[in-house]
């Protein structure tokens, strides 16, 4: 099959497009033959080493969809050509990959490969923080840094479907006029304005932050009593001040999670959960993806380079014919 991959650590230049052996599904495996593939920030940082492994050799790649090649032993739900979306722990930049059948979810009708594709990894991310582990409920306020990114319009959507306000911040106006269109209350453009005085009055009860750096005393101070901040990256820093009797006050949550090294276990739960209270919001058009732009396989260089350049409104995927 062919695959890209990462010839050493690096820039987006290591990326190289192989032949490699098909992979055989394993007893509770299904093998996909992919359609599309999400690029998430979480590739460049496996590209560039930054787990603290040398990825020379990896296939990136978390989420695809696909039809289904063939079965592996003891497979229950699955059947040869079935349209599946699926959360996978690495591989998608290739033309087949195994996946615990339990981490599949199946893809709406209405929906091209490309769309489902972009949906595994936001909407799971979105759901285990922002749901499960910050506890976000109807009428409660949430906001979202990083507005326009795959993960921030997944979040605005289901904050507005479950009955909560979505704020945001992007880093311009066009960026801020596409989160208010698809239900942000507000969005403030970060490079113009201070989103901490923009949204002084809005008693922010959870925050996703995917920023960190100068943000964190920002997020404190927004946040209303009983507040939950949750980090899923630090992309302007790993290091923050924090004034700890702020917490103490306000009694606030401070965690933050990481998909990609949970276990199987824990993110089959997580799909089920996510088959069951998110996926009908698909049907009824209350959840749309947002796919910015599909390149071909080959040209996931390009991709990568253009999801660090944070030009994106959504998320960006790779096809394969």
Request: glycine share 10%; net charge neutral; charged share 20%.
């Amino acid at each position: 099959m062919k695959a890209i991959v990462i010839t050493r650590p690096g820039d987006a230049s290591v990326l190289e497009l192989q032949e490699r052996s098909t992979s055989q599904p394993a007893s509770g495996q299904v093998l996909i033959r992919v359609r599309a593939a999400g690029v998430n920030r979480s590739d460049i940082h496996q590209r560039q080493g930054g787990y603290g492994s040398d990825p020379s050799g990896q296939i990136p790649g978390l989420e695809v969809a696909g039809i289904i090649e063939a079965c592996g032993p003891n497979v229950s739900r699955w059947q040869t050509g079935n349209v599946v979306c699926a959360l996978i722990s690495g591989g998608g930049y290739a033309e087949y990959v195994a996946v615990d059948e339990r981490h599949c979810l199946p893809v709406p009708p209405d929906l091209t490969f490309a769309e489902a594709a972009s949906l595994p990894e936001t909407v799971l991310t979105v759901w285990s923080t922002v749901f499960q582990w910050g506890h976000l409920t109807s009428g409660e306020n949430l906001l979202v840094h990083g507005g326009s990114s795959g993960i921030g319009v997944t979040a605005i959507q289901l904050a507005k479907a479950f009955g909560a306000n979505a704020y945001a911040t992007a880093g311009s106006d066009e960026k801020c006029a596409f989160c208010e269109q698809i239900g942000a209350v507000k969005c403030v453009n970060y490079k113009s304005s201070d989103f901490e005085q923009a949204l002084a009055d809005a008693k922010i009860n959870v925050v996703l932050d995917m920023v960190g750096g100068d943000y964190t005393p920002k997020n404190l101070r927004l946040l209303a009593m009983d507040g939950r901040l949750m980090f899923i990256n630090s992309m302007q820093g790993a290091k923050s001040q924090i004034h700890i009797p702020t917490l103490m006050q306000k009694r606030i949550t401070l965690s933050g999670s990481m998909l990609k090294p949970r276990g199987a276990d824990f993110k089959a739960a997580l799909v089920t959960d996510v088959e069951k209270q998110v996926w009908p919001l698909l049907t009824d058009g209350r959840l749309k993806p947002v796919v910015y732009r599909r390149l071909p396989l080959s040209e996931a260089a390009q991709a990568q380079q253009l999801m660090a350049s944070s030009e994106h409104i959504g998320k960006i995927i790779l096809e394969l014919p």
